[in-house]
């Protein structure tokens, strides 16, 4: 049966820049939901001191709970080499900090969709930069996991392999043990594109999976597709939501993930709205979870 995970979706400003949270606080929110683990993010402002790692970890554990997953933001798309290798160099040091606190799942991305870059050029620059990392992976019993994504907050141009055809092409150029998938359905509504017919594409390679929802706050799909699908800045149309009550299929997620024997972390990027919501998104996916993988 796979295990649940939350990450602290509205607290990242309180958490990464303003300080006015301490992750002590959102381990302590975060454990009383009914979840086995916490996504960690390497941004957290307590993170720099890698005298904290073992502590957090101490924490997390000593609630009943694990930190099964690592989200962090690479960009391996940059046409400097040396701008690269820096990039490697910090997805290698978030891969220390996964395995320090007990993890086993650390994310990586391609990186910036940078005007210049042809398709050949950006997929060959992220592969190159992710099988790079590989090896200090593996050594560390540490699965690096491609997420869909749209866009970091602190880059220009949104993911290069936002497109389901780039992402598809990345994941399909990379075949190694400690490499996989993590599928965030939500995304692929701000690529315009189907979540499902994304999912069918990569389900025997994904390993983890991030679980939200979003709701069009006007309009319709056909509009999101064709003004929005891949455009700079965040799509007006979509807003964040109660897991269960927006435009994701779960009954068609879980399907497809059962029928490839997926069984492994779920986490929630979700609560934008606080704790309330947050535990009714945990509830809901708790009673789809028990549906779909009743042993």
């Not at 996991?145 to 092409?169: G, S």
């Not at 799509?235 to 069984?263: C, Q």
């Amino acid at each position: 049966m796979p295990k649940l995970a939350v990450f602290p979706k509205a607290f990242m400003q309180a958490l990464c820049k303003d300080g006015t949270m301490k992750v002590s606080e959102w381990i302590r929110l975060a454990s009383a939901l009914d979840i086995d683990g916490l996504e960690w993010y390497a941004g957290f402002l307590e993170m720099s001191d890698e005298r904290n790692w073992p502590s957090f970890r101490r924490q997390v554990e000593d609630n009943g709970k694990t930190i099964p997953m690592m989200c962090c933001s690479p960009d391996f798309t940059h046409p400097d080499k040396g701008f690269r290798d820096v990039e490697v160099a910090k997805q290698k040091r978030w891969i220390e900090m996964t395995s320090v606190l007990g993890g086993s799942y650390c994310r990586v991305l391609s990186g910036q969709r940078r005007p210049e870059l042809t398709l050949e050029e950006g997929v060959k620059l992220a592969a190159d930069c992710i099988e790079e990392c590989l090896p200090f992976a593996q050594e560390r019993a540490i699965t690096l996991i491609l997420e869909n994504h749209y866009k970091d907050d602190f880059w220009t141009y949104p993911e290069f392999a936002q497109k389901m055809d780039v992402f598809c092409r990345l994941v399909d150029s990379i075949h190694h043990p400690h490499f996989g998938v993590n599928y965030d359905p939500s995304n692929t509504y701000l690529a315009g594109e189907d979540p499902i017919e994304l999912l069918k594409k990569v389900s025997d390679r994904v390993v983890t999976m991030h679980a939200s929802d979003r709701y069009l706050k006007e309009g319709t799909l056909e509009d999101l597709r064709r003004e929005e699908g891949g455009a700079a800045g965040y799509a007006k149309r979509l807003s964040h939501g109660e897991i269960g009550k927006g435009l994701n299929d779960y009954d068609a997620i879980f399907t497809e993930l059962v029928r490839v024997g997926f069984d492994n972390w779920i986490s929630i990027e979700d609560g934008v709205d606080g704790m309330d919501q947050l535990e009714r998104s945990v509830a809901f996916l708790r009673k789809k979870i028990s549906q779909y993988w009743p042993s």
